[in-house]
């Protein structure tokens, strides 16, 4: 099966700094990798996704690129703010129908005044 | 659009009791449901995948018939832990895909969180 490897696990950032998370995966069939920001008790929210027939995608201050010939994804955040602070969670899949995600192990963002 | 909704978001049981989750897709019709457990400062871990109108489909080393799931409708799907014990204890979320569409975006309940005492 799927196996996502996420770093790293903790990560403290200046406001305004950059922030860039990344993700490994295993298996080559997976063609679907979303991203999600979850705050503490509460649902993860996609903030973003990318489908392997493209190399990047950007949404404000958030982007997301992928390189499937070496499996790995990156999540960067660019001039960061305290909101910006909560776990994020890459994940993969094989996509269509129901295919399931496999979740990386999750990163805490901390963004310091 | 597309809120997934669980009910309840908050519940405490003694231990040997059986708890049900409901998880409602609330403004779109999902063919399929997943169930997810997470512990504190962990991951999402898969449980199952709920399709409606068959039975679940379940993750290596996830019990069956202790976890006992329903999908009866398009927006509903039912998580039933059944007997729990402490080690159940944990964050339980759902999330729901979009039926019919070509995106695999999946959206999630707001989770709910089980303390068997």
């Known amino acids: 099966g799927e196996n996502v490897e996420q770093h790293p696990s903790t990560l403290s950032v200046q406001e305004g700094d950059s922030a860039v998370i990344k993700c490994t995966y295993s298996?080559?069939?997976?063609?679907?990798f979303p991203w999600y920001k979850q705050e503490l008790g509460k649902r993860p929210q996609l903030i973003i996704d990318?489908?392997?027939?493209?190399g990047e995608k950007k949404d404000q201050r958030i982007a997301v690129t992928l390189n499937k010939t070496a499996k790995h994804f990156s999540l960067h955040i660019t001039e960061t703010q305290p909101e910006d602070s909560a776990v994020y969670f890459c994940?993969?899949?094989?996509?269509?129908?129901?295919?399931?995600?496999?979740f990386g192990t999750g990163t805490q963002l901390k963004v310091e005044l | 659009g597309a809120v997934v909704s669980q009910h309840p978001s908050w519940v405490i049981c003694k231990s040997g009791t059986s708890v049900k989750i409901e998880c409602r897709s609330l403004?779109?019709?999902?063919?399929?449901m997943f169930w997810y457990r997470q512990f504190p400062k962990q991951s999402l871990m898969l449980m199952a995948t709920?399709?409606?109108?068959?039975?679940?489909?379940?993750e290596q080393g996830v019990e069956k018939d202790k976890f006992l799931i329903n999908h009866a409708s398009l927006t509903l799907s039912t998580l039933t832990v059944t007997s729990a014990h402490p080690e159940d204890s944990s964050f339980y979320i759902c999330?729901?895909?979009?039926?019919?569409?070509?995106?695999?975006?999946?959206?999630f309940g707001p989770g709910t969180r089980l303390t068997v005492l």
């Open positions: 999330s729901a895909r979009v039926a019919g569409g070509s995106t695999d975006t999946q959206y």
């Open positions: 298996d080559s069939a997976s063609n679907y």
């Open positions: 990318i489908r392997s027939n493209v």
């Open positions: 994940a993969a899949s094989p996509g269509g129908g129901g295919n399931k995600l496999t």
């Open positions: 403004d779109f019709q999902a063919t399929t």
């Open positions: 709920s399709n409606e109108g068959s039975k679940a489909t379940y």
